[in-house]
């Protein structure tokens, strides 16, 4: 089982940026793909951006797309989530996960992933 692990979280203030990384324990073979999502208490899950580890297919959320970009790095098996003009909106845990997408049949369904990180909290103040 792959193990995950999310750094880069923090506070900054409305219109600021931030870079989260995603570490994985071991190389994602073909046909795997990591995404990021958040959660902030009491709301479900979001998915907010994914990649394929293989090919330069991605997908994001309405939310932040133009604003957030997802990009990985195979050799150093770590995938990053940059946002910009961040919003208070987007203040919530941030969790990368990993998985074939089959379970859950959507890149946006938690139960696509069976891999996931403990979490990173982000936080924007207005």
């Known amino acids: 089982q792959v193990q995950l692990a999310e750094s880069g979280g923090g506070s900054v203030q409305a219109g600021g940026s931030l870079r989260l990384s995603c570490t994985a324990s071991?190389?994602?073979?073909?046909?795997?793909?990591m995404g990021w999502f958040r959660q902030v208490p009491g709301k479900k899950r979001e998915a907010v951006a994914v990649?394929?580890?293989?090919?330069?297919?991605?997908a994001y959320a309405v939310s932040v797309k133009g604003r957030f970009t997802i990009s990985r790095d195979n050799a150093k098996n770590t995938m990053y989530l940059q946002m910009n003009n961040l919003k208070p909106e987007d203040t919530a845990m941030y969790y990368c996960?990993?998985?074939?997408?089959?379970?859950?049949?959507?890149?946006?369904?938690?139960?696509?992933?069976?891999?996931w990180g403990q979490g990173t909290q982000v936080i924007v103040s207005s």
């Open positions: 071991e190389y994602m073979a073909g046909g795997y793909y």
């Open positions: 990649l394929s580890t293989i090919s330069v297919w991605t």
């Open positions: 996960a990993g998985g074939d997408l089959r379970s859950g049949g959507s890149w946006t369904a938690p139960d696509s992933y069976s891999a």
